[in-house]
């Protein structure tokens, strides 16, 4: 998990707009198959992050997807037009 000043700032965020976020860490495969395909969007905002393993899972689970423009997720798995 990324640093706390960071988590911070995002709850701060979803707080601020209403948005529903759930943060587990060592999250079970079944809890977090549960988690994506509860979900109504994964927000991935790791920058260069090289593949991102988590961005395919979220998409396989059908939960629509957003990256950031930089690294593996945004260069070679989502479909940009």
Do not use: Q, W
């Not at 079944?30 to 969007?41: A, F, G, P, Q, T």
């Amino acid at each position: 998990m990324g640093s706390p000043r960071y988590l911070l700032n995002i709850l701060k965020l979803t707080k601020r707009y209403g948005v529903k976020v759930v943060v587990e860490t060592n999250a079970s495969e079944k809890r977090k198959r549960e988690v994506l395909s509860s979900s109504m969007i994964f927000i991935n905002s790791s920058r260069h992050e090289h593949f991102g393993i988590n961005v395919v899972e979220a998409m396989a689970s059908g939960t629509p997807v957003i990256v950031h423009r930089s690294g593996g997720s945004y260069c070679d798995i989502i479909d940009r037009y």
